[in-house]
């Protein structure tokens, strides 16, 4: 089922909706025009948690520095000094972070207002929404339009699949840029929560997330997650790579990647000790980040007054590998002209019994 209603309304007054996805467990999920943002996530009728952080008003999100809850892109992560190289041609990217490209450039698409299908079924859980993004938005070449599909099943899993396509030669990169707290949004920070990574390499970077190319065994270092661990203890591993980005902020390998693959791989479980609550993430893609919510902004102030700190929520988001289109040994983030780019991500909750 879906229900529509208006959020708020954008400085110039474009109207920002949101639809709530409910199934039929009574689990709902907040979805806004806003960024195509997942704004939040309550477990059922009977048991409120909300899993997700979030705001309340479109002010808030217009002020975050965090990316919370958004769809981003046109490039998820990072593309070193927002320049590379694709068919013979230098292009010059909008760069926001450290003379860098992050997650699309100053104006990348989790502030636009994204539109949603006429296809709109609301006897079920699924919501389209679209963007069209010109030829040299941010610098990136090619018209290309973007359709991600949000569909809540019975089974309590999220899945998001993008589709897009362009009229040139373009790389393309989107992801979910949710911050989960499987203790409830409001319930400070994530220590306790353990994490398995389904991964045997990670790819090391330098002191500004960048990659340097090298795909690296994770066996007998600290990115080793196929054993579980907690994210305290991850976050305070004396590890320089993890000291320098104070908290894990890390591109995992997934394992049994192909690249013409359409089947999910299980990517990520997040378990949260004291409900028994887990997260189990999915995904078609060769790579997750995950994100401990190092530099969440300045106090930001959420959903019901409560303060996020660092380390108030953790994001598994799957990606091509930062800085893909300077790396020739990582999978490609090209996508070519006139092709369809297709991609799936699935996020399950599943209660104890």
């Known amino acids: 089922m879906i229900e529509k209603r208006q959020f708020g309304n954008m400085p110039n007054g474009q109207t920002v909706d949101a639809y709530t996805l409910t199934n039929d467990n009574g689990m709902s999920i907040d979805i806004l025009t806003l960024g195509a943002t997942i704004r939040s996530w309550k477990l059922a009728q009977h048991n409120p948690t909300d899993v997700v952080l979030g705001f309340d008003s479109v002010d808030d999100y217009l002020a975050d520095q965090g990316y919370m809850g958004r769809t981003v892109g ?12 694709l068919n013979g041609e230098t292009y010059n ?33 699924s919501i389209i ?15 290309l339009r973007v359709d991600v599909t949000f569909t809540l099943d019975d089974n309590n899993c999220l899945t998001i699949d993008y589709r897009a396509r362009s009229d040139q030669d373009t790389v393309f990169n989107p992801t979910q840029h949710s911050y989960f707290n499987l203790a409830g949004h409001d319930s400070g920070a994530i220590y306790e929560q353990r994490i398995n990574a389904f991964a045997s390499h990670y790819t090391p970077a330098n002191n ?3 990659p340097s190319g090298e795909i690296k065994a994770v066996r007998n270092t600290a990115f080793d997650l196929n054993q579980s661990k907690t994210f305290g203890s991850l976050i ?3 590890d320089p790579e993890i000291q320098t980005a104070s908290g894990l902020d890390h591109n995992w390998c997934v394992d049994g990647f192909k690249s013409d693959q ?15 609550r887990k997260l189990l993430v999915r995904t078609s893609m060769p790579g997750i980040q995950i994100y401990t919510g190092n530099f969440i902004g300045t106090s930001p102030v959420g959903k019901g007054g409560v303060t996020y700190a660092p380390y108030s929520g953790f994001c598994i988001e799957s990606q091509f590998y930062p800085n893909s289109p300077n790396q020739t040994g990582f999978p490609s983030s090209v996508l070519k002209a006139n092709a369809t780019f297709v991609s ?8 104890a019994d």
């Open 344 to 351: 799936s991500t699935s996020y399950q909750i599943i209660e």
């Open 93 to 125: 990217v909008s760069t926001n972070l450290q003379g860098n490209s992050l997650h699309g450039g100053v104006v990348g698409f989790h502030n636009r207002i994204w539109k949603v299908s006429d296809a709109l079924d609301r006897s079920k859980a």
């Open 74 to 85: 046109r490039y998820a992560n990072r593309i070193e000094k927002g320049q590379f190289q």
């Open 236 to 238: 305070h591993q004396p």
């Open 129 to 143: 929404l679209r963007l069209t993004s010109e030829d040299g938005d941010q610098g990136f070449p090619g018209n």
């Open 208 to 210: 500004q997330a960048i």
């Open 262 to 276: 359409s089947a999910l791989q299980l990517a990520a479980e997040v378990t949260e000790p004291a409900t028994g």
